[in-house]
């Protein structure tokens, strides 16, 4: 028995037998040819370009009719790759330089793009990498003839195991019988995470051995909460797992029976508990677990995997439909969170070192104002159908705030003038996720009606620690004392100057730091939308002034570790089931 530790993609527990996935490479052997023969294999190239370009359109057809158009829109990244001139024009330069066949050319060059990717610091583009290595293989097998229709071809259920799922290989899964993956390579903001989550499977990602250490056919459990996946389990292992499978079914089937009651301490306070969205098409997953509205509305997927920029007609009707989807719960929309270079062409590269720290979301868009007011309009027009809000991410300090403010007064007078319609009192928020706001907030409070705090970042600005890196991820502590003093700063000041303060961040989620919470007098929850029941079950559990005790009482220890050993030694007394095992 072995246990195999990853990346946690998606919630939950399966054991399977393990279907090792792609990891036969088409052959791209090497043989001479001569220069009559260039022609020939210059329509092999473009023969094979337009039948992948047609298997993708074909995926793309499929997933639009089952799991909606935003899903589908992943696939613009494999077609961007497909025109791309410049990948064309040095496989037909290859050609003619070195006179050997197509398929050997082609895989040079794409793997050189490839290489190039998987070294950039940019989060997005290394995960772009496995988008341009399916269309890579896709293009050879086309090129050799060799069709791997694997995944059509499972009957039973089993647990995919793959170095790296494409989003497209991810589809094809939808409808199957597919208990899990696990990947050894992969983020928790790739797509394939992304689409896990919403098909509802446990996932593993980032496990780096995960093909070298399973064999087809091998025995394993998935726990995707816990982010570790067990080869070979022996018999009391299973039994253990079965039993903890189990008991989450039943504690989720209890759960959800809170769906309707508000989320209300036992002497009564009561906390707003939303959602985060990414796509409309979780709309229904938000209503079924009970969230009141969405707190946060990520709207990149609009500007992702596209050469141009979403118009306003298209986000006004995307905005919309939402709104009107929650109304009369509201709904904060984010501005848009691009990190530099993420909207262009996959094969572009990042000019970056430190994309995290760089031209991103409100620099990008007071950089912008063209593409920012764009936004705007279409956030403003669709509050006119709906309770909606809007926040701005990554504001640093005051300047930046009151600049996006005045763009936003400006756009407000033009639709006026248009007399277009459009929620007047419509309410601004900022995300505080940089440590200067953070220590800021009474300065920035004036020009906002709330706060959302952003620990994914916020933690990883404070700590100094990246996100996304494996390597250093046992540093990435929500409950570390540097972090819980910046939290209670924030609250407080945000409370001193009459706005209400909420997290959208994946801490929110977390039952005992949400006890902290709820203790440093957190106003707003937002979760994603199977976490709200459980959030929910913590808050009714216990008294508000407990809650506050417990909260002093964490800021007095000198470690996250301790922190967190007190949080969970009390959600253990107050909701034994959350904690058991
Ligand atoms: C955050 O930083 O906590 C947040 C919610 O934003 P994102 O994860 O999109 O950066
Ligand atoms: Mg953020």
Known sequence: ?????????????????????????????????????????????????IQTRHQILDIQRRLADEMGQEHAEIFNAHL??????????????????????????????IRRHLRAFSRTNDEYLRDRTADIEDVRKRILRNL????????????????????????????????????????????????????????GIPAVVGVEVATKRIEKGGRLVVDGTRGEVVVDPDAETIRRYEVEQRRWQEISRQLLQLKDLPAETLDGRRVTLSANLEVPDEI?????????????????????????FPSEEEQFQAYKTVAERMAPQSVIVRTVDLGGDKFLSPLDLPTEMNPFMGWRAIRFCLARPDVFRVQLRAILRASAYGNLKLMFPMISGLEELRR?????????????REKQAYASDLEIGAMIEVPSAALTCDLLAGEVKFFSIGTNDLIQYALAVDR???????????????????????????????????????????????????????????????????????????????????????????????????LISHLRQLVPDLVEG
């Open 468 to 566: 996304v890196n494996e390597k250093i991820a046992y540093l990435y502590e929500p409950s570390h004392p540097a972090v819980i003093r910046l939290l209670k700063q924030i609250i407080e000041a945000g409370h001193r100057a009459g706005l209400w303060v909420g997290m959208c961040g994946e801490m929110a989620g977390e039952p005992a730091l949400a006890l902290l919470l709820l203790g440093l007098g957190l106003d707003e929850f937002s979760v994603s939308p199977i976490q709200v029941p459980l959030i929910k079950k913590v808050v009714r559990s216990i008294e508000y002034r407990a809650a506050q005790a417990i909260a002093q009482h964490a800021m007095g220890f000198r470690t996250g570790k301790e922190v967190e050993a007190f």
């Open 80 to 109: 961007l790759v497909l025109e791309d001139q410049s990948l064309r024009e040095e496989v037909l330069g290859g050609l003619k330089a070195q006179l050997v066949n197509v398929e050997a050319i082609f895989n040079d060059v």
């Open 284 to 308: 229904p997953s938000v209503i079924a677990h009970g969230a009141e509205g969405i707190g946060l509305y990520r709207t990149e997927f609009f500007y992702m995997n596209r050469t141009d």
């Open 144 to 199: 050799t003839g060799r069709q791997r229709n694997v995944l059509e071809q499972i009957d039973e259920p089993v647990v995919v195991v793959a170095h790296a799922l494409s989003p497209s290989e991810t589809a094809l899964m939808h409808k199957r019988h597919v208990l899990a993956f696990v990947t050894d390579v992969g983020g928790r903001t790739g797509h394939t995470a992304i689409m896990a989550k919403s098909l």
């Open 404 to 416: 996006a403010n005045e763009i936003l007064h400006g756009v407000k007078q033009e639709l006026t």
């Open 1 to 49: 028995m072995l246990v195999l530790k990853g990346i946690p993609a998606s919630h939950g527990i399966a054991i399977g037998k393990a279907f090792l996935f792609g990891s036969e490479e088409p052959p791209a052997t090497r043989r001479s040819i001569t220069e009559t023969e260039i022609s020939t294999e210059v329509m092999r190239f473009e023969e094979a370009l």
